[in-house]
């Protein structure tokens, strides 16, 4: 059987310019096809005019260009939302399926992407985790969703385009770093067609430390976002057994005061609020303490439902006595609010299979 040709998106920029020079062109060549790509967005080289047609025969004889269908789309509407939440299924080029969604709200288009297929992590409350982990995304893949996100956006609303990426989707981005990091090069290059600002660009981690002390170093723009779900380490740990005993919070907490401090911007704390584990006023304690030692500010969630679990979504009562709580010790306090749990699209459902929101 005839081996598929390497999808020439699926390089980054400096594996572009590598696989030119092996074929006796000059490096700038790269950057050209790389624009051709990623801003113009090429379905197939004989649409590269700027090259020599003996340059688009020789790529075409090594490469393919592959971009990512869209398998299915589910919708829903939120309250109080004009534009319904959009959730898109997407198959890649080896036939795994990725999930992405749109989230429309009054002032925003967010599109939630993905970094990996499945997550090795395996919180038990997160349908990702219960897929177990095929393998990480390229850069490309991850632009690509972005694209297909933006597409539906412009279907929807002609000129209209995402206003901002949230790197929330399956997967754990900073377990794929160097990939996350060029699809944003990819997303935030001047003058391409598709540019957004760093600064709208969200990545969510469980709290990988080297990374995040990585990213503290970079010189990137971008926000952070935690999953800490406790701030006591045996309770985090029966939530996160794999995150919480690789990255303990003692360590964790050095890296973000490191982070706030290095790059001068809050760390967002994602708290996802489960009945009768981490709700009470103890454990709004124990968070505010360990808030207070870095710049920061607490997203609270509510657990979206999947198949048997054992969790289940806190009472609305605890939700604002924790939060007044947290409040009172002059802490920055939001209540993040849940989109797409209908079709599976909210934090924790996303799964290409295997897991589903009861009904």
């Known amino acids: 059987m005839t081996q598929p040709l390497q999808n020439i998106t699926d390089l980054t920029l400096k594996e572009l310019q590598q696989a030119l020079s092996t074929l006796g062109e000059p490096s700038f060549r790269a950057t050209q096809i790389h624009q051709w790509l990623f801003s113009h967005r090429a379905a197939t080289f004989d649409e590269m005019t700027i090259l020599s047609l003996a340059l688009r025969k020789k790529l075409a004889e090594s490469f393919s260009i592959h971009q990512l269908s869209a398998v299915t789309y589910q919708e829903c509407f939120e309250e109080g939302c004009e534009n319904p939440t959009q959730k898109i299924l997407l198959e890649l080029q080896d036939g795994n399926q990725v999930e992405s969604v749109l989230i429309a709200s009054e002032n925003r288009m967010t599109g939630c992407v993905s970094s990996q297929i499945g997550c090795p992590l395996q919180c038990p409350f997160c349908a990702t985790g219960r897929m177990g982990f095929r393998r990480n995304l390229t850069a490309g893949e991850i632009t690509g969703q972005v694209y297909a996100l933006n597409d539906l956006v412009a279907a929807r609303e002609p000129g ?134 870095f710049l920061c500010k607490i997203n609270l969630i509510d657990y979206n439902s999947i198949n048997n679990s054992k969790f289940k979504p806190v009472y609305s009562a605890a939700r604002e006595l924790f939060q007044q709580y947290l409040m009172n010790a002059g802490l920055h306090v939001t209540v993040r609010k849940s989109y797409g749990t209908t079709i599976n699209a909210a934090c924790g459902q996303l799964a290409t299979v295997g897991i589903q929101n009861p009904q």
């Open 160 to 293: 209209k385009a995402l206003t901002n990426i949230v790197f929330m989707g399956m997967g754990e981005p900073l377990l794929n770093t160097d990939n996350v990091i060029e699809a944003i090069e990819n997303l935030t290059t001047r003058n391409y067609r598709f540019c957004l600002s760093q600064k709208r660009i969200t990545i969510s981690t469980v709290g990988v430390i080297p990374e995040i002390l990585r990213l503290a170093k970079s010189g990137m723009k971008t926000k952070l976002a935690v999953s800490l779900h406790s701030a006591d380490q045996q309770k985090r740990e029966s939530l996160m057994p794999i995150a919480a005993r690789q990255y303990p919070l003692a360590e964790l907490g050095k890296a973000l005061s490191e982070y706030s401090s290095s790059t001068g911007m809050p760390v967002t704390i994602v708290y996802l609020l489960l009945r009768g584990i981490n709700d009470s006023l103890d454990d709004a304690k124990i968070l505010a303490r360990f808030a207070k030692t």
